[in-house]
C-alpha cells in the first residue's frame, strides 16, 4: 500500500463549479499537509499548506485535514478554466526536510 | 522570487549514455533535491543534499548519482542511461524545513532514452 493515495482523475467540470480534490494516507505521524499545483510542462508550485487538523482557507481555496480518518481535502469555488491543472497532495513529518507526494489528480474546467 | 533553472527542457539519449542534469537555484538555499515524475507513480525521491558535498539516498537511487560541488547547483548523473529511465526529472529547493519554507521547483527535464 503507498503511504499517500490520490485518484489521478481526469476530473472535468464546468466553470463555475466547487471541485473537490482528495487525499487518504496511512501514516499517522504526519503533520504538515501541503497542496501543490502543477500546470502543464511546469513543475509544481506550493498552493496552501496545513498543520495537523482543521481547515485553512486561501481565497477560492480552502484545504481541511481529518486526521482521524487520514483524510485531506482541497476545495475550490467558482473554479475557473485557469485552474485547470494537476494538483498534488504532499506531506511530511514534524520538522523534517522530506515530502512525500500523491500521484496528482489532473483537473479540468471547461468554460 | 527564488529561481530553480534546469540545464534542458527535453532530452533524447541512448541507451548506455552516460547523462548529466544540471540544477541551479538563486536564493542560497541548503537542500536540494532531485526527484522522477511518472504517470500513476507521482513525485518520487531519487537524492537529495542539504550541504556541499553532502548528499542522501531517497527513495529510488538506483541508476543514478549526484554531485553538489557548489551550493547552488545540484547534478543528477545517470551512468549508463537505460529506457526504463525515460521520465520527467524535476529539481527542488528549499532553504530550512517544511512548511515554514516552501520547496520550490524547476520547469522539468523531459528525458527520453531510446
Known sequence: QKEVEQDPGPLSVPEGAIVSLNCTYSNSAFQYFMWYRQYSRKGPELLMYTYSSGNKEDGRFTAQVDKSSKYISLFIRDSQPSDSATYLCAMSLYNTDKLIFGTGTRLQVFP | DVKVTQSSRYLVKRTGEKVFLECVQDMDHENM???????????????????????????????????????????????????????????????????TDTQYFGPGTRLTVL
Not at chain 2, 526527484?35 to 543514478?64: A, H, N, W
Open chain 2, 33 to 99: 533535491f532531485w526527484y522522477r515524475q511518472d504517470p500513476g507513480l507521482g513525485l518520487r525521491l531519487i537524492y537529495f543534499s542539504y550541504d556541499v558535498k553532502m548528499k542522501e539516498k531517497g527513495d529510488i537511487p538506483e541508476g543514478y548519482s549526484v554531485s553538489r560541488e557548489k551550493k547552488e547547483r545540484f547534478s543528477l548523473i545517470l551512468e549508463s542511461a537505460s529506457t526504463n529511465q525515460t521520465s520527467m526529472y524535476l529539481c527542488a529547493s528549499l532553504r530550512g524545513l517544511v512548511p
